[in-house]
């Protein structure tokens, strides 16, 4: 399964974006960042990386995110948590079987 980045998401009624940016990599080897003033995420692209360390990494930015709406600035700075929880995350979406989590689009009835 592949974990769909979305283009943009709201948190807490804030719209962040989420932008590629190809020179990420290498600066101080980040594959990602996030602005949380801007509401900015940006990603490293899957080329030169594997897709799977772009989708991890977009669970981990959204972690920061959530963290800093809740007002955790503790747990905010708290990089091996945020890894930890992204990486289980991240195998529990990619190796479901079925729909862990089904969303239907906006324009969609309620079946």
Known sequence: MKLVIPSS???????????????LLTTDNEFGSLNEVTH?????????????RVESTFLHELLHAIFYELGESELDKNERLIDSVANLLYQAF????GDLLKFRNRDEKDE
């Open 40 to 52: 900015v995420m940006t990603l490293q692209p899957p080329d030169p990386v594997p897709q799977s």
């Open 9 to 23: 998401f709201k948190l807490a009624g804030h719209t962040y974006s989420v932008k590629f940016q190809k020179d």
């Open 94 to 97: 990619v190796s479901a079987e």
